[in-house]
DNA sequence: GCCTAACCGAGACGGTACGTCCGGTCTTTTT
DNA sequence: AAAAAGACCGGACGTACCGTCTCGGTTAGGC
């Protein structure tokens, strides 16, 4: 179904890599006359990581260049031969950093929605690192500020959370549990916007409990559910 | 009801102006025993005029100090007694940008929720300039970088959409339409939250039809009504 | 006689400086409608004075803005207000070095040309600091580097030597000691330039007897003396 | 006589060649065990060569490694492999372009010592290609920033000069021309130091007439003879 | 003829200095 | 005493260069 298979390896910004393939298949042996050391494509993982751990403990404003070579014992040079500048390194480390590509094969079935919903929460609640949501603060700015880049963050991390909601009400409508001619294009984004929007507006967290009274007392809704256990607040 | 009425006149930020009392001994409790030169409060919708304009025009980061200043015709230390930084300068001049506070008594009575939801719209989507929509991106970077001073951005941009909603929410209440005991806390923060969402992680404009389709199939349905026209995608 | 007071106090590249007075004389109360504030020339002197230091500590290669401005406590910004490149600060430094301006009013007049000179030989051998001749190495790279810069180096360093020479010599032509069609244009040059070529080339010390050997052997035989003892090696 | 026969094919700073000895313990005074491909001593002199027109056209300060190596057509190694930094580069570049090594058997012998000076003059008024005096300004700044390398230089461009002088200033000894106690290695240093001077503190031509000038006026007297024709100037 | 080691061009690498720009402060003269 | 103007300190940015290292490919010996 839905391919997304986003090989995080490829720079996300699209840098003019050496390794570009000329994306043709019919002339195999033509390639590249390649001269000159090749890039030592290990430093890149080591320079985004190095970037990460500095975004997460100072924020993208007091994180330097310097600081970035330093950790990862690299020089400038090296840096800005893969970015043209700090704000696309920053964008090029957070779009890496998304390793938890969805595994549709392995999703969980609860034979309800708001099973499934509900199923998937734990992964954003109990995040593996407190580091990947202070990296988002970071991230974000980048996009109000950088239109042009706006593309990438979003395809890398926007997309895939709106999917996995299409997904699983797509499988909703299959199953019969709600009208096929539901309007899911729009209940698919209520909770990645009210999510955000509690994280940056309202700077509270996105505990168990928010979650849950967004399930039910808007996904739901919008989908024509009731919740099986009404939420009063 | 929700008092909210913020003098926007008065700094919204409560920088340290030059009338902090205490400043004499001899004269206890008199008003003010100012000497020299007054402020000339001119000049503060001046240079805020100015911060908007560029804010609109480049963004907060590429903003300086000194083009703030050379646009209002004004020197940088007069900017630095109002405001103490580039942040706290910004900040006020989009609060300020917020002439329109929201006048509860004029508010419009169309009888039915529905209505008076897509009766608000209009300020919204109908925006006098674009101009409004730009500074709003600039200013989300700020939140992201300053959370200490996201209580202000918070309290001045955010509060007011979802009291509006609050507001038509517990009219309809009142006047029986929906239950005493919908969620309508977190219904009043769908489409705020879907909003700054579309503007700002999808970069798409906020038209009348998006605004629609937000109220049918997402804040409708949250607080148990029905689209007198049902939405279908 | 010869003039030469050159202030050593102006910048001796001519750098643009706000004091330009106008170059008139009759215009007098006019000056300039000066507005913010005045650069502090005290500052001028503490930088270059940290250059100096510094200059004759590691070397003009090894001598770095950043040193510069932190000796001096300075900003970077301070330093490229006032000289646009390393290269002129030292140049600058340098001139104004040379604050031993020749009071030609004072001289020495020992009635003979080899006593007038053998009595100028003193400030040159005994120099009060040994920074001055470690500084010397510095500038005379950027002679040959700088060719545009060379003009000034030649008229702040350079002439004033020759120009003294010439004025013995012209004393010695008034007393009837040499002949007046002496070729004392080049005879001038005969001691800048070996003290300058066993400096920069030899790398010897300019010490007594050097410069004793060099009046006895080279420059009275050219104005058609005879050294009062032969010299003999 | 003077022999001074420097091999100028071999690197004049001795710089660290393959040929090091002992690198082998069993065939103890073997010439050589080398085994892989040999240097291409064709390319040093393509690399000196290239080292020399950038050298006159930019300058020392200007010139790069890498501007050598792609007019070169090398690749930096190559340069490095040879030559341990820049600096010793260009020495060695200038030491090769003395190739008028200085022919003792043949210098022309015309019976006065005026005469022979006058008659070495050509070589460097008339000089083939005005390369060889911008060069020379580019050397200078290396004396005096590297004095570990001024023996190099001095022996490769100074002393060549002084010795001819002193070789001629001997022969009019020989012949009876000049006292025998003459002074002359201060009378050999004086056309080198004024020309010196000259080029690269008064940054004017050396041209016929000064050379002429020079020696009537400066070299003769200081060798006790008159000019045949006497110099007015 | 094949192996091996050192060469070659090309260019990425770590490090360091340069010159520019900006934020926030301070110092003039003028109002 | 506030205003306009602009110099001040500190520090990050992005560029350029040096000297080193690493590719794929080439070119001599020695077997």
């Known amino acids: 179904m839905t391919q997304l298979d986003l090989d995080t390896r490829e720079t996300a910004t699209g ?21 000159g050391r090749p890039m030592d494509l290990t430093r890149d993982s080591d320079i985004m990581d190095a970037a990460l751990d500095i975004l997460a403990e100072v924020g993208y404003d007091k994180m330097t260049i310097d600081m970035v070579a330093a950790r990862a014992k690299a020089g400038k040079a090296t840096l800005y031969r893969r970015w043209p500048s700090k704000t ?49 603060s970071g991230i974000v700015s980048l996009i109000a500020r950088n239109p042009e880049l ?24 299959e199953r019969g ?19 955000t929007y509690r994280t940056l507006m309202l700077q509270m967290p996105v505990d168990r409990d928010f ?20 939420v009063r607040v």
Chains 1, 2, 3, 4 share one sequence.
């Open 15 to 35: 840098a003019p890599r050496a390794s570009d393939p000329e994306s043709s298949a019919t002339v195999p042996a033509e390639t590249a006359p390649r001269v």
């Open 88 to 136: 696309e390194l920053v964008v090029d480390a957070v779009a890496c950093m998304k390793n938890s590509v969805i595994d549709y094969a392995n999703l969980p079935d609860t034979g309800s929605l708001r099973g499934d919903l509900i199923a998937m929460m734990k992964p954003m609640t109990i995040r593996e690192n407190e580091k990947k949501l202070k990296v988002m």
């Open 150 to 173: 706006a593309d990438v963050v979003r395809q890398v991390i926007v997309t895939p959370r709106v999917e996995l909601n299409l997904f699983f009400m797509r499988r909703a409508i």
């Open 177 to 195: 549990e709600i009208a096929a001619d539901t309007d899911i294009h729009t209940a698919a984004l209520i909770s990645p916007s009210m999510t």
């Open 211 to 230: 979650l849950i009274r967004v399930i039910d007392s808007a996904v739901l809704p919008a989908v024509g559910l009731q919740p099986e256990v009404p």
